[in-house]
């Protein structure tokens, strides 16, 4: 299961409870646990730079306001740093809010359309790129898995369609919409989607999701759980990188 969707599970207001059966190896029956929701800041942006500082790595976690301004920053600073390329890793990002994906997918795409957004009863608004928000036209590799959703969706469907950069990875969860919640007579809730997000080329994100250009599946499991499993998908972007002209 990817992370996204235990997040969609397991989310609710902070000081509610959640109660999931938990399996344990070895163990038939499955442990019920109930834990109290809180809310926990978020990890700092990751930050790493590859071959001798040209390739700089950026793990946003969350596409936030305050996290797409620190990777905005850090774009400005490239050319300081001895950066020249740039891999930005989604995976697993799925939280934040799509505005932020279209401002960051903004700072690489000088022109051209991001995103499209409409529904039956929902007005059509077309998201395109604003010179004066671009920042960079560096090489750019795109990381992407099943727990990509949302926000970060939108980047590398804009990225993709735009032929800004190479996607890899697998194909994304597909979640990329606007929703409402209709509060029912029993107490439970019914959630709707009211409009959705497309692609530049017109592919409905939460319908077909995103498919990168460049297909990597996740390392396979190794049979000594103290060997960390590779990561073919980071491999395969920075062979993708190191060969795009700086």
Same mark, same amino acid.
């Given at each position: ?49 590859? $071959? ?15 996290? =797409? ?55 059509? $608004? ?17 990381? =992407? ?102």
């Amino acid at each position: 299961m990817s992370l996204v969707m235990i997040r969609l599970l397991l989310e609710g207001k902070p000081g509610t409870s959640v109660t999931f059966s938990l399996v344990r190896p070895r163990k038939a029956e499955p442990d019920k646990i109930t834990l109290t929701r809180a809310a926990s800041p978020a990890p700092p942006l990751g930050l790493t730079e590859y $071959e001798s500082n040209s390739i700089l790595y950026l793990k946003p976690v969350i596409l936030n306001k305050e996290r =797409v301004n620190e990777i905005a920053t850090r774009l400005k600073e490239m050319k300081k740093n001895g950066n020249k390329k740039i891999l930005l890793d989604l995976r697993d990002v799925a939280e934040g809010d799509e505005e932020q994906g279209v401002r960051l997918a903004n700072l690489f795409l000088e022109a051209g359309t991001i995103a499209t957004l409409s529904g039956q009863k929902y007005p059509y $608004e077309a998201f395109n790129a604003d010179t004066s928000k671009f920042i960079t036209g560096a090489p750019l590799v795109v990381l =992407v898995n099943h727990g990509t959703s949302g926000p970060g969706e939108i980047v590398a469907a804009a990225v993709l369609d735009n032929k800004r950069a190479d996607v890899v990875g697998d194909r994304t969860f597909g979640e990329g919409s606007v929703q409402k919640t209709m509060e029912l007579p029993d107490g439970a809730a019914l959630i709707l989607s009211v409009a959705k997000y497309s692609s530049p080329l017109g592919k409905k994100i939460q319908d077909e999701a995103v498919t990168p250009n460049i297909v990597v599946a996740t390392g396979q499991d190794t049979d000594d759980q103290k060997t960390p499993k590779p990561d073919d998908q980071l491999t395969k972007a920075l062979d993708v990188l190191k060969q795009k002209s700086a």
